[in-house]
């Protein structure tokens, strides 16, 4: 399952002062039936230049992505960022996706303590070393993806829940 086939929500940012609310809708109406768009604004009532824009029809926001971002609106050009939910089915893939393990000064010396005569760090499994042709297959698998392809494609997409 590709993002553009789950993503119904964007977030439109660098608008210009002059764009109004059914400025936004009208433009991104073009793509497709909105069902929601909402400019931002601050205490003072004035325009934070930020939009999110909400799709009837799965698919439409990365059409929209495609169509819009950094065209110029206003004489200002809009960066367009897609808002994915990791809930829907599409992206239980991602969440299968291991993380990068993080390093800290505490995880490399031990942890805490370890150096004066506390008890030390957690204990690691010592980790298995792959054949070329296993990390090779590895790597086809995650590239192959199209959640991942999308992703590397279009740039990032954020997680809400």
Known sequence: IAVKSVTQKLVVSNLAPSVTQNDVKELFSKIGPVKSAQLNF????????????????PGDAAKAYQEYNTRTFDNKPMRIELIVNPESSGFQK???????????????????????????????SP?????SEQLDAEMDSYMNDEVIKLILEHGRCHRVG
């Open 42 to 57: 601050n205490e003072q009532g004035k325009s934070k230049g930020v939009a999110t824009v909400l799709y009837q029809n």
């Open 94 to 124: 991602l969440a299968q996706v291991p993380r990068q393990q993080q390093g800290g000064v505490n995880k490399t010396r031990g942890g805490r303590g370890a150096r004066r005569g506390g008890r030390g760090g957690r204990t690691r």
């Open 127 to 131: 980790k298995v070393a792959l054949t």
